[in-house]
């Protein structure tokens, strides 16, 4: 363990994301916070798959390259975990006292979750008694695999992890339930984060989680296609993929021939079908109970949300409100740096993290 000077602990968010690791540090300011230090690096190639960190000693390096470079000398972190195998469920069961809950935990989450119960850890929360003799009950499970091989790098950086959180808890965290002018907060939202890798979709009802399901598509599903199809390296795909601009699918008037645009496109429908399809599973489990609660808006965030055009598009498709946002769309929120970060799109998960370390907020 590394002790700050004072002998006080400091916390950094860590986001081990597929693309990039980015590390957030907060300070108190006034009614709200001010990012003080923010960075990212690149993850190395392959280093994590599904969540779990599979090279370990690249993004041990490229973690301490990335507190060096940002003057960050926290002496915890904040992480998270994401993906496919990560469940967070609320569900319907008969009514029982909390100790028997907790005996039969790994029972109740063995419908849920994809990998074996015995290897993933396992949180319960009663959320409520909806009916006589029945209760709903937030379960979340993730794989051991995935939090231990990130609290061993983190611990090979110099950082103790204190907190494990899921990655759609922090970025409601942070955009949402911290935002006092987020109008939406008190309805049904569906929080859509599109990374690189993976695009996390959750249902929150009045600030309770119903359901998060990870599709295993995001920017870099975009860039691979155009990748492939023109035979560009990646630098170029990229490169050309942050010029397109969705809202040209959506004229009237027959737009101009945009080839890289029309590759896209069906990638783009697919990843917008699979969130339907989502939200179509949650609204049928709402209307099994009797408790239609529609969503009303999308809220988009993530590096994948930076496409021109992209939440204009999805709203026509969804035919629901789609609002982009960032940390810095959050009044609560300001940025002490000297660069421009436009609105900290990517900096949701690693700041919903730094706000853990903040307990009136946690
Ligand atoms: N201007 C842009 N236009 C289109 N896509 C962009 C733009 N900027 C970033 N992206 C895409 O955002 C993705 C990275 O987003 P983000 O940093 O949220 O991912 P990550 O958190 O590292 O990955 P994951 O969440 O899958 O672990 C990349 O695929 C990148 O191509
Ligand atoms: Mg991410």
């Keep these: 363990m590394r002790l700050s000077p004072f002998g006080k602990k400091s916390y950094v ?5 597929h693309h990039s690791i980015k590390a957030v540090q907060i300070d108190r300011s006034g009614s709200g916070w001010r990012i003080t230090k923010r960075d990212e690096v690149p993850t190395p190639p392959d280093s994590i798959k ?34 496919g195998s990560v469940v967070v469920r609320n569900v319907r069961i008969p009514k029982m006292p909390e100790a028997t809950l907790r005996r039969s935990i ?5 419908r849920y979750v994809p990998t074996s119960v015995d290897d993933s850890y396992i949180e319960f929360e009663i959320v409520g008694y909806p009916e006589p003799g029945q209760m709903d009950v937030l379960i979340v499970a993730a794989p051991k695999d995935i939090v231990e091989s990130r609290i061993r790098v983190c611990s090979a950086a110099g950082l103790e992890v204190e907190i494990v959180d899921i990655e759609p808890f922090a970025v409601y965290r942070s955009l949402v339930e911290t935002d006092p002018s987020a109008h939406y907060s008190d309805q049904t939202i569906a929080l859509v984060d599109i990374g690189a890798n993976t695009t996390s979709v959750s249902v929150v009802s009045a600030g309770q989680f119903s359901m998060t399901r990870s599709i295993p598509q995001g920017g870099r599903t975009f860039t691979d296609a155009l990748k492939g199809y023109f035979k560009l390296n990646e630098e170029d795909a990229e490169a050309g993929k942050r010029q397109l601009d969705l809202r040209e699918l959506l004229l009237e008037e027959k737009p101009a021939e ?6 896209l496109q069906p990638h ?12 179509n599973y949650y609204q049928s489990q709402q209307t099994e109970q009797g408790q239609p609660n529609p969503v009303t808006t999308v809220v988009l965030s993530g590096g994948g949300a ?3 055009g992209l939440d204009e598009y999805m709203a026509k498709k969804l035919n629901l409100e789609v609002r982009t946002v960032g940390i810095l769309d959050n009044p609560r929120f300001s940025y002490g740096g000297t660069d421009d970060p436009g609105t900290g799109l990517e900096l949701s998960v690693a700041s919903g993290l730094a706000l853990r370390a903040y307990p009136r907020v946690a």
Excluded: W
Excluded at 106 to 110: Q, R, V
């Design 13 to 17: 968010g860590l986001d081990l994301g």
């Design 50 to 83: 599904d969540g779990v960190i599979v090279g370990p000693d690249p993004i041990v390096e490229a973690m301490r390259h990335l507190l060096k470079a940002s003057h960050i000398h926290a002496t915890s972190a904040v992480i998270s975990v994401a993906g």
């Design 106 to 110: 790994k029972f109740e989450a063995g």
């Design 258 to 263: 945009n080839p890289p645009l029309r590759v």
């Design 268 to 279: 783009i429908d697919e990843l917008i079908r699979e969130i339907r399809r989502s939200l």
């Design 306 to 308: 930076r496409m021109p």
